[in-house]
């Protein structure tokens, strides 16, 4: 990794299909350990189950209230500065259950891949990964 900044740059939200919105602010072959989105769910929408495979990822709750669900543990109600805490390979989703948009940091390491999203459900699509498109 080199030192460098990296600037926000708006307008690059992309939908998953998952029910998120996601912008990516770290994600780069440069910096393989970690990668940084912010992720946001409207309200009202529970997105799809889900796991990442060999990759961690942590959930920094910037903004609205949620209820996470990660593999047994019993649903978790979250709110701002919260940290939830995700294993390799252990189903997730969350809910926002607020009137706002829930807004949070998907922390993940090493970094995110689309290779190692996992759908749970299989609602969405066949065959794994994720797509920006929305069809």
Not at 37 to 43: K, S
């Amino acid at each position: 990794m080199k030192a460098s900044v990296r600037r926000f740059e708006p307008g690059t939200e992309f939908r998953f299909r998952e029910g998120c919105h996601i912008t990516e602010l770290s994600n780069s072959a440069e910096d393989p350990d970690v990668s940084i989105a912010l992720a946001r769910v409207e309200p009202g929408v529970t997105t799809a189950w889900h796991s990442l495979a060999g990759t961690a990822e942590r959930y920094v709750i910037v903004r609205g209230r949620g209820r996470v669900e990660i593999a047994d543990l019993a649903p978790r109600d979250v709110n701002s500065l919260d940290v939830v805490l995700i294993p390799p390979r252990c189903r997730q989703r969350i809910t926002n259950i607020g009137d706002e948009d829930l807004v949070f940091l998907a922390v993940c390491s090493p970094r995110f891949v689309t290779s190692a999203y996992r759908d749970m459900e299989d609602r969405f699509w066949r065959g794994g990964g994720v797509s920006a498109a929305d069809d």
